[in-house]
């Protein structure tokens, strides 16, 4: 997770610290993300299950999307949407979509880059999610969507897991915030987001007994998991001083290692859970008939959806195609 970088801080992250840009870092939602998959072996589509390599891949991305890596306009956007600084809400219910708490932030004279957009990009990618599912339903065989679901669901993962560390809910993210607002940069978080890339945990040992339930209404679901782990921060600065270097390993016998476990059971389970939800409720997505996505006029098939064997197209819906 990248929050507001300046000049000093990128040299500090490329000359001495390379993972300063990262969130539960990449080999922590590696192994959520491959733990979540093999939690759901039995319940989801095989392409999706048998193909870990790629979901896991792209779990990474989000990180290549802030700073030090990418330009500053795409960090803008980015980053904040791998953090949610609850507390700057006031106690007020959290608006139901991304443009409704933008409103409110200006009603408030809050920046909704300082609160943080997270919860918004779990529902969304998602939603983004089950409609690539439901597509995969009427072209089970169409190798460019199976491809598009892998994608999606690798993005969602890194979202999902950063909703998971605590330190990525509060004002709190890097020391105790400051009377002005600002963090006193300790370097807790990164010793945190470090803590489930140095577990020695196999991927479906980890998942064991796990089941994932769908999760209803997705809004209210992701609000539950940020209150669960709201509830830890001051758990985790009650750890601080056990907390091992970035390049320390881990004690796996310590209260930290108890943490570290207790939070990648959490990853994984909301992640599978979140999978899982978008799996069942793309059967309740109905693709209109024009929808066959970038198909060339020159190639079209058949489509046993169309009424009376014909195929229409969103640019041309106002007319019938014969399919050959």
Known sequence: MARGWNLTAVLIALG??????????????D???RAALAALR?????????????????SLDPDAFTRPIAPAEL???????????????GGAPVPPNRYAFIE????????????????????????????AFAEH?????????????LVYAGLLAHYAEDLTQPLHLTIHWDGRAKDDGNSPRSGIHN????????????????????TAQPLGELLPAVLAEIARGRALIDGVYELEAQLPGMEEPLDANGK????????????????????????????????PPWYRQGTPVGQLAQDANAPDGKVLYHGQSRQKINAP
């Open 31 to 33: 192994l959520a993300t």
């Open 42 to 58: 039995n319940d989801m589509p095989a392409f999706f299950v048998d193909d870990t390599e790629t979901i896991a891949h792209c």
């Open 104 to 131: 409110f932030c200006a009603a408030k004279g809050l920046k909704p880059n300082k609160v943080g957009l997270l919860p918004y990009a779990v529902v969304e990618w998602t939603q983004r999610l089950t409609v």
């Open 137 to 149: 339903r009427r072209w089970p065989d169409n190798m460019d969507i199976r491809i598009k679901c």
């Open 75 to 89: 960090h803008d956007q980015e980053a904040p949407e791998q953090y949610f600084d609850m507390e700057l809400l």
């Open 256 to 287: 930290v290692a108890d943490f570290a476990r207790g939070r990648l059971d959490a990853a994984g389970k909301f992640l599978a859970s979140l999978y899982l939800t978008a799996w069942l409720d793309s059967q309740k997505i109905t693709l």
């Open 16 to 29: 001495i610290c390379s993972a300063e840009a990262a969130a539960w870092h990449g080999r922590g939602h």
């Open 191 to 210: 010793k945190v987001d470090a803590l489930l890339g140095k577990l020695q945990a196999d991927p479906c040992s980890v998942a064991k007994g796990w």
